[in-house]
């Protein structure tokens, strides 16, 4: 058993991470992000979520307030000698890689994030990191390989894994997005391949986000996709184009990474 902590990406929240329920009416529980939490409930993980004050997270006074929180939080519900690990995506991996210098980590994950070590003394310390990115975002991962040569001169260990593009199949949604039905997501997939947004063999030819299916859908199909699922169906989109989003397919890597870490 152990501690994780979770920090969002940029306009996230931490009610991404968890479903809906009558505990918590406010929780959305986008796809990627609950299966992430699913995923570590289910191996003894007590996961701890914290909102940004802003947009993004920033590296000042929300850093100490942040690290309080977590140790009170541990302490208060008598963790204190579990392990205690982080994950943070893009925001919220650079956020991670900075609080790793000063809380005890056994060990972190930084996913579509470079961290912050070339603005940072990185203690002799500092905890074990994985580097869970997308390739096609090539800028990053030329920061991500440098920045793990500079961790491993630190004796630090490190190691990546590279999140490849997945093909849309008229199920790939229904798969992925509670509340979407396997018509509805068949619907959306014929819609893509007619409007020309995937290309023969159902990859995305552009990220979710510069793609206008949402306009598509309003133009042939208005009532097709509840408006609580739009957000959902974009994640995946941006999922399967594979150049920056929140990933849980590498869930089971990324939670024996931690286990396999653990002091």
Known sequence: MAVLFLAHGCSCRAVNFWDKSPKCPECVGLPEDRLLVLHALARKFAVLTI?????????????????????????????????????????????????????????????????????????????????????KDTHRQQKITEFMQVLRSKRVDVAEIKCMELPLSPTFLSDRIPGVGQTISAMLFDLFREKGFVDKNGYMKRDGRATRWEDAIQDSKPNLLENHLVHPVQEELNLAFAYHEMTSLQSEDILKWFESHMT
Request: charged share 20%; proline share 5%; hydrophobic share 45%.
């Open 51 to 135: 909102s940004s004050v802003g947009e993004c997270w920033t590296f000042g006074k929300e850093r100490l307030i942040v690290e309080d929180i977590i140790t009170w939080w541990v302490k208060r519900q008598n963790f204190g000698k579990l392990p205690l690990v982080a994950l943070g995506a893009s925001s919220g991996g650079y956020f991670v890689s900075a609080i790793a210098n000063d809380l005890k980590f056994s060990s972190i994950t930084l996913m579509i994030a470079e961290g912050l070590f070339d603005r940072m003394d990185i203690k002799e310390d500092y905890p074990p990191t994985l580097f869970v990115h997308m390739p």
